[in-house]
């Protein structure tokens, strides 16, 4: 089983930035698409940024420019570098992992919530 670890969440002023962090951990052998979606109240779940294996990354395009998606392979961490927060990025942020164990499987985090208001 695999585990992921959200932190980073907080209240922050608009145009003030914030860092999420999400660790694996438990039988992992290898770990190709990461990613952070995001679902803020009364709406569906979107996904913000993904990366893969190679480190291709792909973004929403309401969050390019301001955030970044990055991995630490050593430590199965993946990483949501925001800046320039604006309220409309309000919601519970979720970290999402394929994860080679005994098999391919996919997991998601708990998580996270960032309120941006002033």
């Known amino acids: 089983q695999v585990q992921l670890a959200e932190s980073g969440g907080d209240l922050v002023q608009p145009g003030g930035s914030l860092r999420l962090s999400c660790a694996a951990s438990?039988?992992?052998?290898?770990?190709?698409?990461m990613g952070w979606y995001r679902q803020a109240p009364g709406k569906q779940r979107e996904l913000v940024a993904a990366i893969t294996g190679g480190g291709t990354t792909n973004y929403a395009d309401s969050v390019k420019g301001r955030f970044t998606i990055s991995r630490d392979n050593a430590k199965n961490t993946v990483y949501l570098q925001m800046n320039s927060l604006k309220p409309e990025d309000t919601a519970v942020y979720f970290c999402?992992?394929?994860?080679?164990?005994?098999?391919?499987?996919?997991?998601w985090g708990q998580g996270t919530q960032v309120t941006v208001s002033s």
């Open positions: 999402n992992v394929n994860v080679y164990g005994r098999r391919w499987e996919n997991f």
């Open positions: 438990g039988t992992i052998f290898t770990i190709n698409d």
